[in-house]
């Protein structure tokens, strides 16, 4: 006695779609893995990293010449 599973086309599709996200995402946690997720190559070596609390913060000057109402005037 044998039996055949028909399979509807957009049924197979959805399937065929599904399987290859899967394989995509199973591609991309072990690429992550192996790289450290952070895309360094794990056969080479860096310089280590530098915290961020230690680095001076950023400040912003701006310097204005003249008034803005001498500005506004002229025109």
Do not use: H
């Amino acid at each position: 006695m044998e039996f055949y599973l028909e399979i509807d086309p957009v049924t197979l599709n959805l399937i065929i779609l599904v399987a290859s996200y899967v394989i995509l995402l199973l591609v991309f946690l072990i690429s992550c893995v192996l790289y450290d997720c952070r895309g360094k190559d794990p056969s080479k070596e860096y310089a280590p990293e530098v915290p961020a609390d230690t680095q001076p913060p950023i400040r912003l000057v701006v310097m204005q010449q003249g008034s803005p109402s001498t500005r506004w005037a002229k025109g």
